[in-house]
Nanobody, 123 residues
Framework: QVQLVESGGGLVQAGGSLRLSCAAS????????MGWFRQVPGKEREFVASLSWTGTVKAYADSVKGRFTISRDNAKNTVYLQMNSLKPEDTAVYYC????????????????WGQGTQVTVSS
């Protein structure tokens, strides 16, 4: 089973950038499709981006398309989320996860989750 640890969150002004990292250990990270989700208190966790294990198939939520980029380095067992042109509405706890089965944008498709990293965007 893959263990995941996110890092890179913080406080940034609107228009700024952050790069989140998700380090994996154990399991079969290199054969796992990976996803980023985010959650605001009182709301459901929502899909942000996903990336196939080959690194060739990417998907993004409409709200982040053109601003966020997901990537991976299988040699380092790490998946990244580059976030540019950040907006206050991007404020959330961001989670990475490994997909087991099901739709790439569904929370239920992911069985391994990190503990999350807080991203706060000030206006």
């Amino acid at each position: 089973q893959v263990q995941l640890v996110e890092s890179g969150g913080g406080l940034v002004q609107a228009g700024g950038s952050l790069r989140l990292s998700c380090a994996a250990s154990g399991g079969t990270f290199r054969n796992s499709d990976m996803g980023w989700f985010r959650q605001v208190p009182g709301k459901e966790r929502e899909f942000v981006a996903s990336l196939s294990w080959t690194g060739t198939v990417k998907a993004y939520a409409d709200s982040v398309k053109g601003r966020f980029t997901i990537s991976r380095d299988n040699a380092k067992n790490t998946v990244y989320l580059q976030m540019n042109s950040l907006k206050p509405e991007d404020t959330a706890v961001y989670y990475c996860a490994a997909r087991s089965s099901g739709g790439y944008n569904l929370v239920s498709a992911y069985s391994n989750w990190g503990q999350g990293t807080q991203v706060t965007v000030s206006s």
